[in-house]
């Protein structure tokens, strides 16, 4: 599947516009990042990297560097015919990622249905 940076990263945003607004008032400093691929999994659809908000204590300082969620352009395509696939999978991706900065670990995904 084929498609331009800026309508994979609208895609994106439109995706975390599905997020319901009490949880994205939960979240605290994370930014979320289109990449090309992961150089060290290609394969990779997503990742998040950061500071659980369930494992925040005193020691996280409101100083701390962003939590990050990477979405990765190329790997998704990869998977996806159409549109509407990269559309699903895009908003499967970025739902659970941000799950992960709730703390919600693989296989709770897994269980309920965000694989």
Same mark, same amino acid.
């Given at each position: &599947?084929? &498609?331009?940076? @800026?309508?994979?990263?609208? !895609?994106?945003? /439109?995706? !975390?516009?599905?997020?319901?607004?009490?949880?994205? $008032? &939960? &979240?605290?400093?994370?930014?979320?990042?289109?990449? *090309?691929?992961?150089?060290?999994?290609?394969?990779?659809?997503?990742?998040?990297?950061?500071?659980?908000?369930?494992?925040?204590?005193?020691?996280?300082? *409101?100083?701390?560097?962003? /939590?990050?969620?990477?979405?990765? $352009?190329? *790997?998704?395509?990869?998977?996806? /015919?159409?549109?509407? @696939?990269?559309?699903?999978?895009?908003?499967?991706?970025?739902? +659970?990622?941000? *799950? +992960? +900065?709730?703390?919600? /670990?693989?296989? $709770?995904? +897994?269980?309920?249905?965000?694989?």
């Amino acid at each position: &599947m084929r &498609m331009s940076p @800026q309508r994979f990263e609208e !895609l994106v945003s /439109d995706a !975390l516009d599905l997020i319901p607004p009490e949880l994205t $008032r &939960m &979240m605290d400093n994370v930014v979320v990042l289109v990449e *090309a691929r992961n150089e060290e999994e290609p394969d990779l659809l997503g990742l998040y990297e950061g500071v659980a908000l369930t494992e925040r204590d005193s020691w996280y300082a *409101a100083g701390s560097l962003p /939590d990050r969620i990477f979405i990765y $352009r190329d *790997a998704l395509l990869d998977i996806c /015919d159409t549109e509407e @696939q990269v559309v699903e999978e895009v908003a499967i991706t970025v739902i +659970h990622e941000i *799950a +992960h +900065h709730f703390g919600i /670990d693989d296989e $709770r995904l +897994h269980e309920l249905g965000w694989a």
